[in-house]
């Protein structure tokens, strides 16, 4: 694993490719990195990312009153597209 912020674990691009293939597409956005596995052109890429950070920074997938969410908040993610 390669370290992009201090104190967070990043995995790295040949970890995606062990685990999905070499056709996926990996999007890193800070803690969170968005595996496409339905080869979306750039449009939809970017809309997808444009989804997640908006979800990320409005707390809305993860409740505020919930410990486990709020620790999980800090740690990386990953969110797959698979079509």
């Known amino acids: 694993m390669q ?3 201090p104190g967070i674990e990043y995995r ?6 062990q685990l ?3 056709d996926a597409v990996i999007t890193r956005l800070g803690k969170i990195t ?7 052109g750039q449009t939809e890429i970017q809309r997808r990312s444009k989804e997640v950070m908006r979800e990320d ?3 809305e ?3 505020d009153d919930c410990p486990l969410c709020r ?3 800090d740690q990386p ?3 797959v597209y698979f079509g």
């Open 71 to 73: 620790e999980l908040r």
């Open 20 to 22: 999905y293939g070499r």
């Open 34 to 40: 968005i595996v496409h596995l339905d080869r979306p």
């Open 57 to 59: 920074i409005s707390g």
């Open 12 to 17: 790295s691009n040949e970890y995606y490719e």
């Open 61 to 63: 997938v993860l409740d």
């Open 77 to 79: 993610c990953d969110v």
């Open 3 to 5: 370290k992009l912020n």
